[in-house]
């Protein structure tokens, strides 16, 4: 990656109706990087901590609401439409600062599970970064618990195929429980709605194994051993833990772990994020050199 200082122009992008997602562009003054897509997690909104996070790496990157923001797109994440991805990845693309040829995405806890989801349907992604992800589609999480709630996400308009949530016998003494009791009777713990055997690009996942919302430890351990031996690949898929840590590895939130041990996991896989996006922008140096050469 080019090491000259950068500055980050931020510009939210309000014109829904003209180019149809919410979002805000963190603009690098460094060029010819791969473009990030940035997706937050159950909170919603647009995730602005964590594309602060990388795009401080020297990166242009696409801070992505895709529900609970704005209008236009949902309120609640359910049945989130695969299609509406579509328009930020061809938006970034049309950009003249980075890298023509795809994107990287990142995304943490429920925004990790749709970028692997994402990277599984569109090659269009040349690298995935998961922060406590899900190896599994969940259903949705919304307001009414009266009903079951849909898949997470749709496409063509159907849901994805979900693992359902288990019915609890008891009531539950955390969150995590749920996932937990939902995932035991699956081994490994993988449901092919996400297609492990179409994701052959490098992936980076993390985890901490305080987490209190779900087994990131676990499913990111069954995700890359899927990945490596699919591919027959074993670095293709690589996972850290975090044994002192929480869930999204940020002392910001109080998610597990101490703020303490969380601040150590952040900051440890920032140092390994930016690894791997330097590998990954100095591949494609490498590649064009060879097209140039042959």
């Not at 603009?27 to 990388?54: D, R, V």
Request: charged share 25%; aromatic share 10%.
């Amino acid at each position: 990656m080019n090491t000259e200082k950068q500055i980050v122009k931020v510009t939210s992008l309000r014109n829904f109706d003209d180019i149809g997602f919410e979002a805000d562009y963190f603009q690098s003054s460094i060029k010819g990087n791969y473009g990030i897509i940035i997706l937050g997690g159950s909170e919603g909104g647009k995730p602005t901590h964590l594309a602060n996070k990388i795009a401080s790496l020297g990166y242009s990157v696409l801070s992505l609401a895709y529900f609970n923001e704005g209008e236009k797109i949902n309120k609640e994440l359910e049945m989130i439409p695969l299609e509406y991805f579509d328009a930020a990845k061809n938006w970034f693309l049309k950009r003249d600062e980075i890298k023509q040829d795809g994107l990287l995405i990142v995304g943490w806890s429920k925004g990790a599970e749709l970028a692997l989801v994402l990277a599984s349907l569109d090659n269009s992604y040349k690298g995935v970064i998961g922060i406590a992800p899900s190896s599994v589609v969940w259903p949705g999480i919304i307001r009414d618990w009266s009903r079951p709630p849909l898949s997470s996400w749709s496409k063509d308009g159907k849901p994805l195929p979900a693992t359902p949530y288990k019915t609890q016998s008891k009531p539950m003494q955390r969150i995590t429980d749920l996932y937990k009791e939902s995932l035991i009777d699956m081994t490994p713990p993988i449901n092919h709605t996400i297609d492990y055997s179409k994701i052959k690009v490098p992936t980076l996942l993390f985890s901490g194994s305080l987490d209190i919302i779900w087994p990131a430890d676990i499913m990111a351990e069954a995700i890359c051993k899927e990945i490596n031996e699919i591919n027959k690949k074993k670095s293709l898929c690589t996972h850290f833990n975090y044994k002192n840590a929480g869930h999204l590895l940020d002392e910001k939130y109080n998610l597990g772990g101490t703020r303490e041990n969380n601040n150590k996991a952040n900051k440890d896989s920032l140092d390994k994020i930016k690894q791997f996006l330097n590998c990954i922008n100095q591949n494609y140096l490498e590649i064009q050199k060879q097209k140039l050469t042959s």
